[in-house]
């Protein structure tokens, strides 16, 4: 199998699995209990913490680690809510886990605010200029597109925001860049940062948040108040060292370069077979393509039989009909519904990929050979 829909989850390093035995069943303590082994795991988690802030480039915060991205995404949200004469504004872009809790907000009466995209599959940057002001409380976008690749220039978002609305909360859904696009807080300060483990070959049921000022966000639940009070709740220590495991092994220049070539190789070969390539020169690692004259879906399921995975965008969304971020950037219907998503592994090599290209072409030609 060639699997080429690592935007959706990825397959973990075995050497988490060897992380997962050591703090499951030999270091198996609670952290919040006061035996000197929950101790040593407490003091642990802390220096885990400690890494994480570092590998994000921060020099201040804290990092809440979480269920999943759904659930940072979810914190950093409903914790900046707050009740009054406030105006909380996202992309149009935004992955489920942030759009539909804007939707949300929006028919319980809130002022929220959908900026669209560009043609480049942006954040447009003067329609969010339009809807920024003293009112503002929240700003949440993502920093590489799930859908697309597209990156979204944060540093232009901030400056946008010290200007027109310094006391606002900056909420950035970094799940598709962390550990694969160069990134760092102190370049690029925002208050709330969203990471994921299963998008970077570690284990799923675990994420993070990063947190610039945590006594401004409010608890989601009650409980014994694990995490500073923001998250209550055992926290899962056997995934939090995976996932510390995960990005111990990951070199994110190296993998970028090699990704852009297997990019490339791909493109190639793609357009070469009448594929139409929908580069938007953002992050490599995520490719959209169109089949003229045939579904996305029935090339996905043909692909499948031969042993190409693809995907058709966002995993938690894919079953509904449409494409909202696609029909944003401007795509007519007909695009849509030809598109699939290819997203790549940095440990996956140019001959595989080049296989897979030669697959795809030849189950493009012979379905549209038979539809025409």
């Known amino acids: 199998m060639i699997f080429l829909d690592n935007a959706g989850t990825t397959k973990m390093f075995e050497e988490c699995l060897q992380v997962y035995g050591g703090y499951a069943c030999k270091d198996f303590f609670n952290p919040s209990a006061m035996s000197m082994e929950s101790m040593n795991v407490s003091k642990a988690l802390l220096e885990t913490e400690k890494f994480f802030l570092n590998v994000l480039g921060a020099s201040d915060g804290n990092v809440i680690f979480t269920g999943s991205a759904t659930e940072s ?3 950093a949200i409903k914790g900046s809510f707050r009740k009054g004469d406030y105006e909380y504004v996202f992309s149009a872009g935004e992955h489920p886990s942030v759009y539909n809790v ?4 929006e028919l319980d009466g809130c002022k929220v605010h959908f900026v669209p995209l560009n043609s480049a599959g942006q954040v447009d940057l003067v329609e969010l200029e339009k ?3 003293e009112k503002t409380r929240l700003i949440s976008v993502m920093f590489v597109s799930n859908e697309t690749g597209a990156v979204n220039d944060l540093d232009k978002i901030i400056k946008l925001k010290t200007r027109l609305c310094p006391r606002a909360v900056l909420h950035v859904d970094g799940v598709q ?6 990134f760092s807080l102190r370049k690029t300060p925002v208050d709330l940062f969203s990471f994921s483990a299963h998008k970077i070959h570690g284990p799923k049921g675990v994420a993070g948040l990063y947190v610039k000022n945590k006594g401004a966000l409010k608890e989601l639940f009650q409980g014994g108040g694990q995490q500073y009070g923001v998250r209550s709740g055992t926290e899962n220590v056997p995934g939090i060292m995976q996932f510390k495991r995960a990005v111990e092994l990951t070199d994110v220049r190296k993998n970028l370069e090699h990704v852009e070539e297997l990019k490339k190789s791909l493109v190639e070969i793609l357009t070469a077979g009448g594929v139409e390539c929908v580069d938007f020169a953002g992050s490599p690692y995520i490719l959209n393509v169109a089949f003229n004259g045939v579904k996305g879906e ?11 995975v693809v995907g058709l965008g966002s995993a938690c969304s894919a079953k509904k009909a449409g494409n909202r971020v696609l029909e944003n950037i401007g795509f007519d219907k007909d695009k849509i519904v030809s598109s699939v998503r290819i997203s ?10 080049e296989e897979a290209g030669k697959i795809i072409v030849e189950t493009y030609k012979d379905i549209k050979e038979k539809v025409s």
Do not use: C, R, W
Request: net charge positive; charged share 20%.
């Open 298 to 308: 029935t090339m996905l399921h043909a692909l499948d039989e031969k042993g190409v």
């Open 73 to 75: 995404n979810n914190l």
């Open 344 to 353: 790549f592994s940095a440990y996956q090599s140019v001959k595989e990929i």
């Open 131 to 133: 809807v920024l002001n």
């Open 177 to 182: 860049g962390f550990m694969k696009i160069p």
């Open 102 to 105: 804007a939707k949300k907000m």
